[in-house]
T-cell receptor, first 115, second 109 residues
Framework: NAGVTQTPKFQVLKTGQSMTLQCAQD?????MSWYRQDPGMGLRLIHY???????DQGEVPNGYNVSRSTTEDFPLRLLSAAPSQTSVYFC??????????????FGSGTQLSVL | GIQVEQSPPDLILQEGANSTLRCNFS?????LQWFHQNPWGQLINLFY???GTKQNGRLSATTVATERYSLLYISSSQTTDSGVYFC???????????FGDGTTLTVKP
C-alpha cells in the first residue's frame, strides 16, 4: 500500500514552459486535492476533485489545469510556468464518508523552481 | 471563506517541556485536523478531531466547536517533535481544507 505518490520530487522550469505534476493514490479515496506551500506559509488549495470526471477550483487556481479520468490519478498541469509558481506542491486524498474519519493523506511533495 | 489563525507562530522549548498550540477558526466546521510537517517537509496527520478530545501517546487534542477553537498539547517534548504544526479546517470534506500558517516548534536537547 503506497498511499499517495507524487512525481517528480524536484523540477526546474524556465518561464513559459509547461509541465505536468503526477499524483496517484491506491486507497480508493474519492477526494483528491492539490495544494501549494510557499515559504513560511500554510497550504493553499489549487484544485480539487470529488470523483472521476468532476473537478473544481480552490483558492489559487490561476495558471493550473486538472483532470480526473480515473479514481486513482489526479495530474496537475502548469500551462505556462511563471516565477510566481515557484513553490512546493502537495497532492492529498481522503474518503468522503460521513460516518468515518475523513483524514487527509498527503504525498511527499514536488519542489518546483521556475527561473 | 474560513479564516484560520494559529498561535504562537514560533515556539522554542527545552527537551522534556510541555506545550500548548492553539487554532482559532472563524466559522462552523465539520472537519478539523492537526498535522506535523517534519524538517524534511513530510506532512503527517496527527488527529482528525472536529469535536471532543483525543489522545495519542504524548500528544492530545481538544476541539471546542461551539467556541471555534482547537488545542494541541505536546507533553514531555522530544527533539523529534520539532517541525511545523498545522491546523486545517473544512465546512465539508477534508479535501477542501483551509490551513493556518502553522506553529514552528523547535525542541532543544
Amino acid at each position: 500500500n503506497a498511499g499517495v505518490t507524487q512525481t517528480p520530487k524536484f523540477q526546474v522550469l524556465k518561464t513559459g514552459q509547461s509541465m505536468t505534476l503526477q499524483c496517484a493514490q491506491d486507497m480508493n479515496h474519492e477526494y483528491m486535492s492539490w495544494y501549494r506551500q510557499d515559504p513560511g506559509m500554510g497550504l493553499r488549495l489549487i484544485h480539487y476533485s470529488v470523483g472521476a470526471g468532476i473537478t473544481d477550483q480552490g483558492e489559487v487556481p490561476n495558471g493550473y489545469n486538472v483532470s480526473r479520468s480515473t479514481t486513482e490519478d489526479f495530474p496537475l498541469r502548469l500551462l505556462s510556468a511563471a516565477p510566481s509558481q515557484t513553490s512546493v506542491y502537495f497532492c492529498a486524498s481522503s474518503y468522503v464518508r460521513i460516518s468515518a474519519d475523513e483524514k487527509l493523506f498527503f504525498g511527499s511533495g514536488t519542489q518546483l523552481s521556475v527561473l | 471563506g474560513i479564516q484560520v489563525e494559529q498561535s504562537p507562530p514560533d515556539l522554542i522549548l527545552q527537551e522534556g517541556a510541555n506545550s500548548t498550540l492553539r487554532c482559532n477558526f472563524s466559522d462552523s466546521v465539520n472537519n478539523l485536523q492537526w498535522f506535523h510537517q517534519n524538517p524534511w517537509g513530510q506532512l503527517i496527520n496527527l488527529f482528525y478531531i472536529p469535536s471532543g478530545t483525543k489522545q495519542n501517546g504524548r500528544l492530545s487534542a481538544t476541539t471546542v466547536a461551539t467556541e471555534r477553537y482547537s488545542l494541541l498539547y505536546i507533553s514531555s517534548s522530544q527533539t523529534t517533535d520539532s517541525g511545523v504544526y498545522f491546523c486545517a479546517v473544512a465546512y465539508t470534506n477534508a479535501g477542501k481544507s483551509t490551513f493556518g500558517d502553522g506553529t514552528t516548534l523547535t525542541v532543544k536537547p
